[in-house]
């Protein structure tokens, strides 16, 4: 049974910054690409940031030059460093994580519960 669980978020001001983890724990083979996703209230969820197993990386526009996602292999950890926070990055922040399991040759999809944001004075 593959988990995730998140920490780090919580309550900053504007231009604050806070940093989430994301690790990852139960069997698997790999891990193809881990990332973080998140979902504001009213809207639908939206691609943040992602890290292959390789160690390429993606970022969403509306937060490159200010957030940095990175990964500890050796902890199945991925790490979220978000920095100059703005109000409209206030959201539930998701990670996710495709990996392969012992046993199948296909990845699969998992997601942890979240962790919520918030920018406001």
């Known amino acids: 049974q593959v988990q995730l669980v998140e920490s780090g978020g919580g309550l900053v001001q504007p231009g604050g910054s806070l940093r989430l983890s994301c690790a990852l724990s139960?069997?698997?083979?790999?891990?193809?690409?881990m990332g973080w996703y998140r979902q504001a209230p009213g809207k639908a969820r939206e691609l943040v940031a992602t890290?292959?197993?390789?160690?390429?990386?993606y970022y969403a526009d509306s937060v490159k030059g200010r957030f940095t996602i990175s990964r500890d292999n050796a902890k199945n950890t991925v790490y979220l460093q978000m920095n100059s926070l703005v109000p409209e990055d206030t959201a539930v922040y998701h990670c996710?994580?495709?990996?392969?399991?012992?046993?199948?040759?296909?990845?699969?999809?998992?997601w942890g519960q979240g962790t919520q944001v918030t920018v406001s004075f």
């Open positions: 139960g069997r698997i083979v790999s891990i193809n690409a």
């Open positions: 890290i292959t197993g390789g160690g390429s990386t």
């Open positions: 996710n994580a495709v990996v392969r399991s012992p046993g199948v040759t296909w990845t699969s999809s998992y």
